[in-house]
């Protein structure tokens, strides 16, 4: 587990939820991936999780653009 970086004191678990979105007029929910401090409940998202977040946004509009280009 990794120490939480704005209490110094507690440690991060990684969580997911589900974010809604829409693209081009097609709605889904993505998972989207954080973590939370056991200690201050601060919720923050790290680098590795911001990057898989942005890499579902980017498959969810290729797959609404390859079905809307048909």
Same mark, same amino acid.
């Given at each position: 587990?990794?120490?939480?970086?704005?209490? +110094? @004191? +507690?440690?991060?678990?990684?969580?997911?939820?589900?974010?809604?979105?829409?693209?081009?007029?097609?709605?889904?929910?993505? =998972?989207?991936?954080?973590?939370?401090?056991?200690?201050? +409940?601060? @919720? &923050?998202?790290? =680098?590795?999780? &911001?990057?898989?977040?942005?890499?579902?946004? &980017?498959?969810?509009?290729?797959?609404?653009?390859?079905?809307?280009?048909?």
């Amino acid at each position: 587990m990794e120490p939480c970086m704005i209490c +110094g @004191e +507690g440690f991060l678990t990684e969580n997911i939820s589900k974010n809604s979105v829409s693209y081009r007029r097609v709605h889904t929910d993505i =998972p989207f991936r954080y973590s939370v401090c056991d200690e201050c +409940g601060s @919720e &923050i998202a790290l =680098p590795e999780q &911001i990057n898989r977040n942005v890499e579902e946004m &980017i498959l969810f509009r290729m797959y609404v653009d390859s079905i809307l280009s048909r």
